[in-house]
């Protein structure tokens, strides 16, 4: 074949090679196509040049500009603690009260503690603070420890069967792995339990065992839940009449409860949370209670 043949169905000049009568086509490369090779190798050196790229021994090659991300993040994060502090210095020195009376400052804790609640307390709590099996709703349920906001703050501070020193303690009995009640009488309290949330399960348990279970609970468990069941929070103990159950209100959870005990940990947040954040938190949780439709 002949150089400078003309293929017919493409208009394309060969180059003369064949094989098995497939004719190569002379098709040079599209200008675009160096045009953007230029473009991509000018902008990859003039980029190496003015911005912190290439490493060395002692460091980096910083740039002709002098761009340095570490020096931008740390004046912005200095510029927002400059700009916090008109309101954290507020959040800091006045009371509860005065802050949850205050309308702006209000919303300036519904902002930052969703964060807050966001990044360490929902995964326990749930991003809606309705609890889950195991941590409890602190949206509707009695606060165990009390609802006052000092209260609040401190059990955030120190936790529950924490590693705080000052932690609050907080334990149920195990009454039949440790043997201190027989397997009928842990059936009749639970019964007797169960009623106290559900009043209707009375009608169809017999009368004798509901006294039973009533003599038992007094017995044993009235120490800590008090006399009416409704909790103590001298003891950290919860509510058993009412339909916020931590760990299940049916009976199969309520016999695991008194048979195997419990002792749920709340983490001490004294290492990890400022003053400032354990203040918005607690302030939050207790705008979600008063806010919960």
């Known amino acids: ?3 400078g043949e003309r293929d017919k169905p493409s208009g394309q000049m060969t180059t003369g090679h064949e094989w098995n009568g497939i004719k190569e086509l002379n098709t040079p490369v ?9 473009a991509t190798a000018t902008f990859a050196v003039t980029w190496t040049l003015l911005m912190p790229s290439w490493p060395g021994i002692n460091g980096y090659f910083r740039g002709f500009l002098g761009v340095d991300q570490r020096v931008a993040v740390t004046q912005t994060v200095d510029q927002a603690k400059v700009d916090r502090a008109s309101w954290t210095t507020r959040i800091d020195q006045e009371d509860f009260a005065a ?24 995964a326990c709590h749930g991003t809606d603070a309705q609890g889950r099996p195991g941590f409890p709703n602190l949206v509707a349920a009695p606060i165990m420890w009390g609802d006052d906001p000092k209260i609040v ?8 069967n924490g590693t705080s020193p000052d932690t609050r303690f907080a334990q149920m009995l195990a009454f039949g ?26 009608a169809t348990i017999d009368a004798d065992a509901l006294l039973a279970g009533a003599t038992l609970f007094a017995d044993n468990c009235a120490g800590c839940h008090g006399e009416d069941a409704k909790g103590m929070t001298d003891t950290g103990a919860p509510n058993l009449t009412d339909a916020y159950w931590t760990y299940g209100g049916d009976r199969a959870n309520i016999r695991h409860s008194v048979y195997d005990g419990r002792g749920g940990t709340m983490p001490s947040w004294e290492a990890r949370l400022t003053p400032t954040d354990i203040k ?4 939050y949780v207790l705008d979600l209670r008063a806010t919960r439709p």
């Open 177 to 202: 792995k440790d043997q201190m009640l027989a397997r009928e009488d842990i059936d009749a309290v639970v019964a007797y339990v169960q009623t106290l949330s559900q009043p209707d399960l009375a």
């Open 30 to 38: 599209p200008r675009v196509v160096y045009f953007f090779l230029i």
């Open 99 to 122: 802050i949850q009376a205050d309308k702006d400052l209000m919303n300036i804790v519904r902002q930052t503690g969703a964060a807050l609640f966001g990044d360490n307390c929902a």
């Open 280 to 283: 918005l938190l607690t302030l």
């Open 1 to 3: 074949m002949a150089l």
């Open 153 to 160: 703050a401190e059990t955030i501070r120190i936790g529950i």
